[in-house]
């Protein structure tokens, strides 16, 4: 109770829900300008509505690069000479500081303009940041996934607990006083797997943890996406392409505008403008994003477990080899795809593993029901509107979670992360 009423001053308003306590932020008085959540999903915040942050000259921050040589039934092709090693950033304080992990979400690297922001606010606030790429990134399946094939998320967490000794164990001067953990979308999936993980090693002992707009079920979330690349899109046909459409759009903004302005204002001026996208097109946006990153994934992972789903087990792959032809084979592998020709079936040889529901059951946030609501130091923060729920996921988080949950009313898919209120709300949970 006393949490629910730290935010009830910091936000001013809200309802608590009665059977199960979650924090529930009152639409009248958040103040998110954006009520369409597929515009919220592709524009985020207005900038004005951003707090202030630190330019990239002001943090003491560096790239650097671990070797987890991890045990493998297989080498990696010539053409991942630039992946053997898993780069990461880390951004540190003059004083002694907790650390906190960043996990970037589906396919994304450890450089993710919504990891960007999150290093920038943690680092204001006086933390060290160490961003870490997606076990979905084609860099850390090539680098530091043993199956490298993503997406059975008890070995993605042990791959990124390995990850995170090696980093620890490459930057020993940083003077560490508690280590926290956060990830966003899948990396907020992620992050529970690992603290669960962490649990039994007690490597770090995270004191905090916080999941922002993680899937419930994940399953249900990619069905979700994929399910946004079939919308009928009215102007598109046998002669016009949706790219064509979108990018006609773009060039009419630009003309009415009189100039070329590509800044983090763009989508949200644009979609302001009378060449706006409509719902129908931003749902095939936001879906062909997710379907590039599927079929990213499903490309890498076939690649190097030499499948023979998209490459030819036997085919001569060399630094200078064209991989258009395979990309476009693997632009029609959804995720839905993917999981069924890849993972189940890794899935099944490994563990005797049986059914798509058990697999189901295993990967998503029911597998940690039991630990995530008896752990008080794991906090979720989420989206009434945001695409990748279904039916019942946000009973299941306020079942769980009760007012450890934080649900906001708008915001889409993290596209409220970057908000004032958003953003001073993920700090007062981190200062406890």
């Known amino acids: 109770m006393l949490r629910s009423l730290r935010f009830a001053a910091l936000f001013g308003g809200l309802i608590l829900s009665a059977s199960a306590l979650a924090v529930e932020i009152d639409a009248a008085s958040y103040g998110y300008p954006l009520t369409n959540p597929f515009e919220a999903t592709i524009a985020t915040t207005p900038p004005d509505l951003r707090p ?3 330019l990239d000259d ?20 010539d053409n991942f000479w630039a992946v053997k090693k898993l780069d990461y950033r880390i951004a540190t304080q003059d004083h002694a500081a907790p650390l ?4 970037a979400g589906t396919g994304a690297r450890y450089d993710s303009s919504l990891n960007e922001y999150l290093k920038k606010l943690y680092y204001k606030a006086g933390y060290h940041v160490v961003q870490l790429s997606s076990p979905t990134s084609y860099d850390f399946m090539s680098a ?3 199956f490298a094939t993503p997406g059975v998320s008890k070995e993605d967490a042990e791959d990124m607990y390995r990850v995170m000794q090696a980093v620890r164990a490459q930057n020993p001067k940083v003077p560490v006083t508690d280590y926290y953990l956060t990830g966003y979308s899948l990396g907020a999936l992620d992050a529970a797997f690992v603290s669960h993980l962490d649990e039994t090693r007690r490597s770090f002992n995270f004191k905090k943890v916080l999941l922002l707009n993680p899937p419930v079920n994940l399953y249900t979330s990619i069905t979700n996406l994929d399910k946004l690349v079939q919308t009928e899109v009215k102007g598109i046909n046998n002669s016009t392409t949706f790219y064509e459409l979108v990018l006609n759009k773009l060039t009419r903004y630009f003309q009415q505008k009189g100039y070329i302005d590509l800044n983090d204002a763009l989508l949200y001026d644009f979609q302001q403008s009378k060449q706006h996208l409509t719902n129908e097109q931003m749902a095939m946006l936001i879906g062909t994003s997710f379907r590039f990153s599927a079929a990213d994934i499903a490309f890498t992972s076939d690649l190097i477990n030499r499948r023979g789903l998209i490459t030819p087990p036997k085919f001569p792959i060399t630094e200078g080899t064209s991989l258009t032809p395979f990309l476009k084979r693997a632009l029609q592998c959804d995720f839905d795809c993917y999981i069924t020709e890849q993972v189940i079936p890794m899935w099944r040889a490994r563990t005797d593993g049986g059914s798509l529901l058990q697999l189901i059951d295993q990967v998503s946030l029911y597998a940690l029901k039991d630990y995530l609501h008896e752990s008080p130091k794991i906090a979720v923060m989420h989206n009434a509107d945001d695409v990748i729920l279904g039916p019942g996921d946000l009973g299941f988080l306020r079942r769980t979670f009760g007012d450890r949950l934080t649900v906001y009313p708008l915001g889409g898919h993290c596209g409220n992360i970057n908000y004032r209120v958003n953003s001073d709300a993920m700090l007062e949970f981190f200062r406890g």
Not at 100 to 103: G, M, R
């Open 58 to 77: 002001d943090i003491d921050q560096t790239v650097r690069s671990v070797t987890l040589r991890p045990e493998r039934a297989f080498e990696l092709p």
């Open 100 to 103: 906190i992990f960043l996990i």
């Open 144 to 146: 530091a996934s043993r």
């Open 52 to 54: 202030e942050l630190p």
